[in-house]
Nanobody
Framework: VQLQASGGGLVQAGGSLRLSCAAS????????VGWFRQAPGKEREFVAA????????YYSEFAKGRFTISRDIAKNTVALQMNSLNAEDTAVYYC??????????????????WGQGTLVTVSS
C-alpha cells in the first residue's frame, strides 16, 4: 500500500486545514487508517484514527473537539479536518495504515505503511 498525504500548509492561529490521505496499490478496506504528527525534536504522536469498517473513530485528547477524521469509501481516501489550530499543532503530519486492536490504536509501531508526511505550520 502506498500512501499520499496532502493538504498541509501555513495557517494563522485559529484557522483550519484539511488534510487528505489517498492510497494506491490497495484499498483501505480491512485496515485502520491513522494520522500521526511529529514536531521538531519530539516523538511521533497519535492524532486520530478510523477503522475502515465499521468506521469507528478515535482521537487523542488534544484532537477531541477540534479535529475530525473521516473516510470516503468511494474515493478510498481519509481526511483530517483540523479547526482552531494553534502553534502547538505545528508538525509534519503523516497518515499510516495498520491493523491495531482498539486498545493499541495509538501505538505507532502497529502501523506498517506510512505516507511521506505533509507539513502544517501554524503562525501565532
Amino acid at each position: 500500500v502506498q500512501l499520499q498525504a496532502s493538504g498541509g500548509g501555513l495557517v494563522q492561529a485559529g484557522g483550519s486545514l484539511r488534510l487528505s490521505c489517498a492510497a494506491s496499490g490497495s484499498t483501505f478496506a480491512s485496515y485502520t487508517v491513522g494520522w500521526f504528527r511529529q514536531a521538531p525534536g519530539k516523538e511521533r504522536e497519535f492524532v486520530a484514527a478510523v477503522r475502515w469498517s465499521p468506521g469507528s473513530t478515535y482521537y487523542s485528547e488534544f484532537a477531541k473537539g477540534r479535529f475530525t477524521i473521516s473516510r470516503d469509501i468511494a474515493k478510498n481516501t481519509v481526511a483530517l479536518q483540523m479547526n482552531s489550530l494553534n502553534a502547538e499543532d505545528t508538525a509534519v503530519y503523516y497518515c499510516a495504515v495498520g491493523r491495531p486492536i482498539v486498545s493499541s490504536m495509538r501505538d505507532v509501531r502497529l502501523y506498517y505503511y506510512w505516507g511521506q508526511g505533509t507539513l502544517v505550520t501554524v503562525s501565532s
